[in-house]
C-alpha cells in the first residue's frame, strides 16, 4: 500500500484476516498487520557535536498488529436504546505499534471500548467508554542533546513515558450526496478526557503521591487533560469545471494537574500537506517563536487555529489544478515557568500578528481510484521572522545574521494522495 499521513508518504506490506460470522450472528473478527517505511521530516537537523540526522527518503520504520471484533447492536449500558438509533455497532480493538523515526523510538499499546451508530444519513455519533494507551519513548543521543540543550522542563515532560486512560465522544454531520453533486457541509467535532477518573480515585482513597506531587500506575505516570477539536468544510459547485472549498479548524487541548502537559502523540502542530502547506509538517510556531537550531522537536502547542480556501478547476480530463490561501498557527495556552518558548503564549491582543499566512498552485491527477497531488506553497507571511521582516516583500538581513544562512526559504512542495480537505 501507499500510505499518506500528516503530509507524510510512504509504502507498507499488510495481511488481514477476517471472519464474517464469529459467534454466528454476524459478529465480525478482523486481525491486521503491517510493517512499513514513511518519509518523514527530521525530528532534528543541524549540527549537534558531530552527530547529524537527515530527512532522508523512508527514514521511517513502523511495524504492528490490531485485533478488532465488531458486533451488531448495543452491549453494556447502552443496550436499551438500540431500538432508536440506525445501525449500532460494538467495537472491541487492541493494538500495538512500534516506530522507529528520525529523533526517537516508540511503543504503543491500545485498548478500546467502542459504540458507534449512525442517526438518519448525515449524523454519524461514536462513543468510547474506554480508550486506554501506554506510550514508551526512548530519545535517540541526538535528539536527547537537543532537549537538553533547550533546557525546557515543559518539552521535556512532553517526550516522557505515559498512561492514557480516556473517554471519547465524536460527532460529524455530511449531507454530500454523491448521486446528484451540489453544494454540502461537513462537520466533525470530538471530545477527550483523560485520567479524571484515575485522580478522583487517587484524592478519594488518599493514595500516595510522587514527590512532585503527581501519581503514577504501574510504575508510569498517566496523562491527565481535556481535548476537544472542530472540523468544518464548505464544498460549492461553480459549474462543472470549478468549485471552491472552504474550511476551519479549530483545537485546544487543557493540561491538567497530574500531567501539566500535553503527551506529545495528542500536542497540535501546524504546517504539512494538509494544513499550512507554505510550511513542512512540524515547522511554524508556536506563535512567533523563534528557533535558530533548526528543531521540530518543539514544535508542538495546547491550542490551534487554521484556515483555508481552495478554488479547483478542471484543465484536462484526468488534470486538475487548484489555486489556495492558508492561514493559521500552533500556540501554548498560558505561560509556565517550565515552558521557555517566547513568544509562545496566545494572547487574544496579538494571536492576528503571529498568524503564518501562505498561499500556492496545485495539480491533481484523477486516476479514478486514487488522486496524485502535487501542491507548491509560497510562504506571504512569516511570523518568526523579525519586526520588518514577515511579509514576502521585505528584506531578511536579519534572519541572516540569526540563522547564518544566505537564502531564506520562501517556498515548500507537498506531494500528497487525494484531497487536502
Given at each position: 500500500?501507499g500510505?499518506?499521513?500528516?503530509g507524510n508518504l510512504g509504502?507498507n506490506a499488510?495481511l488481514?484476516?477476517?471472519n464474517r ?12 498487520s503491517t510493517v512499513g517505511?514513511?518519509a518523514q521530516?527530521a525530528?532534528?537537523s543541524g ?8 530527512g532522508?527518503v523512508f527514514?521511517t520504520?513502523e511495524?504492528g498488529?490490531?485485533s478488532?471484533v465488531y458486533i451488531?447492536?448495543m452491549?453494556?449500558?447502552?443496550k436499551?436504546?438500540?431500538e ?5 455497532k460494538t467495537n472491541f480493538?487492541?493494538l500495538y505499534?512500534?516506530q ?7 511503543n504503543i499499546?491500545?485498548?478500546q471500548?467502542?459504540y ?5 444519513e448525515t449524523?454519524q455519533?461514536s462513543y468510547s ?7 514508551k519513548?526512548?530519545l535517540?543521543?541526538?535528539?536527547q542533546?537537543?532537549?537538553d540543550?533547550?533546557n ?5 515532560s ?18 454530500q450526496?454523491i448521486?446528484?453533486g ?6 466533525r467535532t470530538?471530545?477527550e ?5 484515575l485522580?478522583?480515585?487517587d ?20 496523562a ?6 472542530v472540523?468544518l468544510?464548505l ?6 469545471f ?6 476551519f479548524?479549530s483545537?485546544?487541548?487543557f493540561?491538567l494537574?497530574n500531567f ?5 502523540e ?6 504539512g500537506a494538509?494544513g499550512i502547506?507554505a510550511?513542512q509538517?512540524?515547522?511554524?510556531g ?9 528543531t521540530?522537536?518543539d514544535?508542538i502547542?495546547?491550542l ?5 480556501v481552495?478554488?479547483r478547476?478542471?484543465?484536462l480530463?484526468?488534470?486538475e489544478?487548484?489555486?489556495?490561501g492558508d492561514i493559521?498557527?500552533i500556540w501554548?495556552l ?11 503564549v496566545?494572547d487574544i ?5 503571529q498568524?503564518?499566512v501562505?498561499s500556492?498552485?496545485?495539480f491533481?491527477?484523477d486516476?479514478s481510484f486514487f ?5 507548491w506553497g509560497?510562504k506571504?507571511y512569516?511570523?518568526a521572522m ?7 516583500y521585505?528584506?531578511?538581513d536579519?534572519?541572516r ?5 544566505e ?5 515548500t ?6 484531497y487536502?480537505f
Open positions: 500500500n500510505t499518506h499521513r500528516s509504502l499488510n488481514t484476516y477476517r460470522n464469529l459467534f454466528h450472528a454476524a459478529e465480525i473478527l478482523e486481525f491486521k517505511f514513511e521530516r525530528t532534528i549540527n549537534i557535536e558531530n552527530e547529524q540526522i537527515y532522508n527514514n520504520f511495524y498488529f490490531e478488532t451488531p447492536g452491549l453494556g449500558p447502552f436499551k436504546i438500540r432508536k438509533l440506525l445501525k449500532p480493538t487492541f505499534n512500534y522507529l523515526r528520525p529523533g526517537f523510538e516508540r499499546f491500545n485498548f471500548y467502542r458507534s451508530w449512525s442517526l438518519k449524523n455519533l467508554p474506554l480508550d486506554i494507551s501506554t506510550i519513548i526512548q535517540d543521543s541526538a535528539a542533546a537537543r532537549l540543550g533547550l525546557n522542563p515543559f518539552l521535556t512532553s517526550y516522557q513515558d505515559h498512561l492514557i486512560f480516556a473517554s471519547k465522544l465524536g460527532y460529524t454531520y455530511s449531507n450526496n448521486k446528484k451540489g453544494n454540502y457541509m461537513y462537520f470530538t471530545f478526557s483523560a485520567g479524571n477518573a485522580r478522583l480515585f484524592t478519594t482513597f488518599d493514595r500516595p503521591a510522587n514527590e512532585d506531587g503527581t501519581y503514577n500506575i504501574f510504575g508510569i505516570q498517566y491527565h487533560y481535556l481535548k476537544t477539536d472540523d468544510r464544498y460549492y459547485r461553480i459549474n462543472k470549478s468549485n471552491i472549498v472552504y474550511r479548524y483545537g485546544v487541548g493540561p494537574r501539566q502537559v500535553l503527551p506529545f495528542k500536542s497540535f502542530f501546524a504546517g494538509n502547506r510550511w509538517a512540524r515547522t511554524l508556536p506563535g512567533s517563536y523563534t528557533d535558530p537550531g533548526a521540530t522537536i514544535k502547542g495546547d490551534q487555529l487554521e484556515g483555508n481552495e478554488y478547476f478542471k484543465i480530463k484526468l488534470l489544478g487548484a489555486v489556495f493559521g498557527n501554548v498560558k505561560e509556565r515557568e517550565t515552558d521557555r518558548r517566547e513568544g509562545a496566545f491582543n496579538r494571536f492576528y500578528t498568524v503564518g501562505g500556492g498552485i496545485g491533481r491527477l486516476l488522486i496524485v497531488r502535487l501542491d509560497i506571504i512569516d511570523p523579525a519586526s520588518g521582516e514577515e511579509w514576502i521585505q528584506p531578511k536579519k534572519y545574521e540569526l540563522f547564518n544562512q537564502k531564506y526559504d520562501y517556498s512542495i507537498n506531494l500528497g494522495i487525494g487536502p
